[in-house]
């Protein structure tokens, strides 16, 4: 299991687990992610992004549409992405990251603290509101000093052992799942047997 920067062509899976998973899709650009990749079966596992807010009072650093996908929980997949992106701030030249999250418990474990809204940036208060408004009514922000991000021992071993879980399949749809009975219906290329 790695975490690599996203590629162009990942866009469509990338919006397309975003709606799914409900989050904040805002300012979308594919360059922004990153995604956890399976070595052995080059299955997308995770994904998460950092977002630039670039206000005349200096630049701030979000971090946010962070998702795993259903197979792939409880085994360290959102930590090593949440690691990824930590870097990334770094190397970018950031002391603090800032998330607008409405599980701020799970975040705590790596070190990030509650901070009052009206604490925040101006952007990030504006974007607190609007994302309260559309996809997280209990979003709390949060901030993290990324030279104070420490990642537990507990979720690098499980990742390195991550493997997917098998998941309910959704069942075949048929014909009756439409409203169509199928002793009575007639097909555009019926063949009169």
Known sequence: MYVR??????????LDHIEEMGLDATAFRSRDYVIAIDE???TKAGFGRIRIHKPDDGERCELTSI????????????AHVLER?????RDQGFERVYSLTDEP?????FGFQSVAAEELPEKLRERLDA???ASAPDATPVVVDVDEFEMPDRLRERFKHADEEETESDP??????????????????????
């Open 67 to 78: 998702g795993v996908l259903t197979g792939w929980r409880e085994q360290g997949v959102g």
């Open 5 to 14: 920067d996203a590629k162009n062509r990942e866009e469509v899976w990338l």
């Open 105 to 109: 418990g799970y975040l705590a474990q």
């Open 40 to 42: 052995r079966s080059g």
């Open 85 to 89: 992106l930590i870097e990334q701030a």
């Open 172 to 193: 075949d749809e048929n014909a009756e799942d439409f409203g169509i009975d199928p002793e009575s219906a007639t097909y555009k290329y019926d063949t009169g047997r």
């Open 131 to 133: 994302k309260r408004e």
